[in-house]
């Protein structure tokens, strides 16, 4: 059974994982219609990855004997300034949805709720593999700059970036 602070901690990051998913799927479209096709598909398994953190949270609250509460959700940015800004803030968010999973972890540790402990270690290895793909892209991003040809480049091979920097991706 959980205990009311750890069933409202666990909420508090099923809204974070609906949002980033929400984050992901407009990221999608600004990249569809600016006809980057592979960025595109990339956002929107992103998008869907989220979701299916979102989903194992929900089904860990309920089984546990707690109520997963499904929010409204904070508006996504639907326009970037550059796909430079758009990967920027990707990585930042993963930064932040890590940094959210830390604080979990230790309200579980805190709380002495070692089997919600346990349950958030495959989180904790997710968001090393998330990071670390957000990164290798954003390094990617940084060298091209602002080349229309590495741009080309770029949103062809970003389905081989994703293949090779990360075992997570098509889970
Ligand atoms: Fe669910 Fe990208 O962290």
Not at 34 to 44: D, I, K, R
Not at 48 to 69: F, Q, T, W
Not at 115 to 144: M, R, S
Request: aromatic share 10%; net charge negative; hydrophobic share 40%.
């Amino acid at each position: 059974m959980l205990s009311k602070n750890i069933e409202t901690a666990l909420n508090k990051q099923i809204r974070i994982e609906a949002e980033s998913s929400q984050v992901y799927l407009s990221m999608a479209c600004w990249a569809e219609v600016q006809g980057l096709e592979g960025v595109a598909q990339f956002m929107y398994r992103q998008s869907d990855e989220e979701r299916m953190h979102m989903l194992k949270l929900i089904k860990y609250v309920n089984e546990r004997g707690g109520h997963a509460s499904i929010t409204d959700l904070k508006a996504p940015k639907a326009v970037f300034g550059t796909f430079k800004e758009m990967f920027t803030e990707l990585y930042q968010h993963e930064l932040f949805v890590s940094n959210s999973i830390n604080e979990l972890v230790h309200v579980a540790f805190d709380e002495k709720d070692y089997a919600t402990h346990n349950f958030l270690q495959w989180y904790v290895a997710e968001q090393i593999e998330e990071e670390a793909q957000a990164k290798t892209i954003l390094d990617k991003i940084n060298l091209i700059g602002d080349d229309k040809g590495g741009l080309y480049l770029f949103d062809r091979d970003i389905q081989q970036i994703t293949v090779t920097s990360s075992v997570g991706i098509n889970k």
